[in-house]
């Protein structure tokens, strides 16, 4: 029984990183298409006026500032993209832990790789969290 935990310890952690990989991969696609959307619609307002003074005097304006200043490309979703790298972490390092638990050569050396991309993670996200809140990206105010 053991034997065979040991040997599909392995193939699990690579489902996980797999799931993970994908998830990564929606994220960012998903935040790619809203990007260009933000972009195309920006665009589209931006030729409907008819001349300079008009375009400066509606980006002056309260709405204008709002469409077109608050929407950071960083600001939508980082929290989120936050909170994914805590988990993902989180999941990593209690798997390296349960690898080491289980005492097999193969097992503590997938431990120790997933313990560290765990607390990589972990710090990446950490890192991220502060710098994003001191830069004034959770509250749309940029220092």
Not at 114 to 139: D, E, M
Request: avoid cysteine.
């Amino acid at each position: 029984m053991v034997g065979i935990m040991a040997a599909s310890f392995p193939f699990l952690l690579l489902f996980i990183a797999v799931f993970l990989f994908a998830g990564v991969l929606v994220g960012a696609r998903r935040h790619q298409e809203r990007s260009q959307r933000q972009f195309e619609l920006q665009s589209r307002l931006i030729d409907k006026f008819g001349s300079p003074d008009e375009l400066r005097q509606f980006l002056d304006s309260e709405s204008g500032k709002r469409l077109m200043g608050e929407r950071r490309p960083f600001a939508t979703g980082a929290k989120e993209r936050i909170l994914r790298s805590v988990q993902a972490g989180i999941v990593l390092v209690v798997m390296g832990q349960t690898a080491f638990a289980l005492k097999f050569p193969e097992a503590v050396s997938v431990g120790l790789m997933a313990s560290a991309l765990g607390a990589g993670l972990l710090i990446s996200a950490a890192v991220v969290y502060f710098l994003s809140k001191r830069w004034g990206l959770f509250n749309g105010q940029a220092h």
